[in-house]
């Protein structure tokens, strides 16, 4: 069974740093695509950043550039993203979620959560000013 498992959420202060893990398990084929996602109270799920498996090609949301990077390490079966610069509105629940294949609706939107199929439970972040 395919599972993602997120950590490393907590509380920080506004302008500090946080890095999140998402290990995965019982993958018998690689993702196209990893991605994390936050949602914050009151607000559709948002995409972040996401990675090709193959290449390690990224893209990211306006909203995160320049202040997170996503990455991944293969041999460890685990994305990661640094957050750097915090601000209190990037309070929210973040997620990764990966997708098996291409499909129509990630080539469209490489970051709507349309395209990604398997999804962890979520880790909570929370910035105070």
């Known amino acids: 069974q395919v599972q993602l498992q997120e950590s490393g959420g907590g509380s920080v202060q506004a302008g500090g740093s946080q890095k999140l893990s998402c290990v995965f398990s019982g993958y018998t084929y690689k993702p196209y695509s990893m991605a994390w996602f936050r949602q914050a109270p009151g607000k559709g799920r948002e995409g972040l950043a996401a990675?090709?498996?193959?290449?390690?090609?990224?893209i990211y949301a306006d909203s995160v550039k320049d202040r997170f990077t996503i990455s991944q390490d293969s041999a460890k079966n685990t994305l990661y993203l640094q957050m750097n610069s915090l601000k209190p509105e990037d309070t929210a629940v973040y997620y990764c979620?990966?997708?098996?294949?291409?499909?129509?609706?990630?080539?469209?939107?490489?970051?709507?959560?349309?395209?990604?199929?398997?999804w962890g439970q979520g880790t909570q972040v929370t910035v105070s000013s």
């Open positions: 979620a990966t997708a098996r294949a291409l499909s129509v609706e990630l080539a469209a939107a490489p970051l709507s959560p349309d395209g990604y199929t398997t």
């Open positions: 990675i090709r498996s193959s290449g390690n090609r990224t």
